[in-house]
């Protein structure tokens, strides 16, 4: 049962226009979203997380939108820049809980 | 600081073999996590320790144990390797609190079981 999902696996997008990812939640209980970015060959690294309380969280280029009626959550990235080229995870957690269930991830493609 | 390290980076196993990946923080954190990562199924939780002394499973474990031997090391061991856990290993930690889901994840390690 993927409690998180993100359903397009891979995404192309050209240099300094939108970026656009997905992310679906089944479980009611999850109350804090996350975004990891993870380059070949290394560990994944944090980029940006949102509270249940928010409905946005923006961080420089980076923007996370949170819809909880509908279980959604979106990662925005303006512009986009070939640097961006990664695969992008995203997980959530529940109050009270250590424990962070991850998507499958969705690779990203910046072309120049 | 380092970080979180893992060792060895890469592995290459024969089916039946045990071995045991070590990782590290310098952090200070309490909580620490083993994942894999396999093609098409993200990143799955094998164990995980809350805080040091104490381990929990978490969504496959079978065929793993851990030891968290101190508050900066927790290993994983692999007792008698079998092809379908040839995988991508990470280590993670953080200091858990209401803010601080972030994990801080280590390089990995590549291992082949044959």
């Known amino acids: 049962d993927q409690q998180v999902k993100q359903n397009s696996p891979s995404l192309s997008v050209q240099e300094g226009r939108i970026s656009i990812l997905n992310c679906d939640y089944t479980?009611?209980?999850?109350?804090?979203f996350l975004w990891y970015k993870k380059y070949p060959a290394e560990g994944p690294t944090f980029l940006i997380s949102?509270?249940?309380?928010?409905d946005k969280n923006e961080d420089g280029r980076f923007t996370v939108f949170l819809n909880k009626s509908a279980k959604h959550l979106s990662l925005h990235i303006v512009p986009s820049q070939p640097g961006d080229s990664a695969v992008y995870f995203c997980?959530?957690?529940?109050?009270?809980?250590?424990?962070?269930?991850f998507g499958t991830g969705t690779k990203l493609q910046v072309i120049p | 600081n380092a970080g979180v390290t893992q060792t060895p980076k890469f592995q290459v196993l024969k089916t039946g073999q045990s071995m045991t990946l070590q990782c590290a923080q310098d952090?200070?954190?309490?909580?620490m996590y083993w994942y894999r990562q396999d093609p098409g199924m993200g990143l799955r939780l094998i164990y995980y320790?809350?805080?040091?002394?104490?381990?929990d499973k978490g969504e496959v474990p079978n065929g793993y144990n851990v030891s968290r031997l101190n508050k900066r090391e927790f290993s994983l061991r692999l007792e008698s390797a079998a092809p379908s856990q040839t995988s991508v290993y990470f280590c993670?930690?953080?200091?858990?609190?209401?803010?601080?889901?972030?994990?801080?994840f280590g390089p990995g390690t590549r291992l082949t079981v044959l």
């Open positions: 997980a959530a957690s529940a109050k009270g809980y250590q424990k962070v269930t």
């Open positions: 479980n009611s209980m999850f109350d804090y």
């Open positions: 949102i509270s249940s309380i928010k």
């Open positions: 952090m200070n954190h309490n909580s």
């Open positions: 320790s809350a805080s040091e002394g104490t381990t």
């Open positions: 993670a930690s953080n200091r858990p609190g209401l803010a601080s889901y972030e994990q801080f």
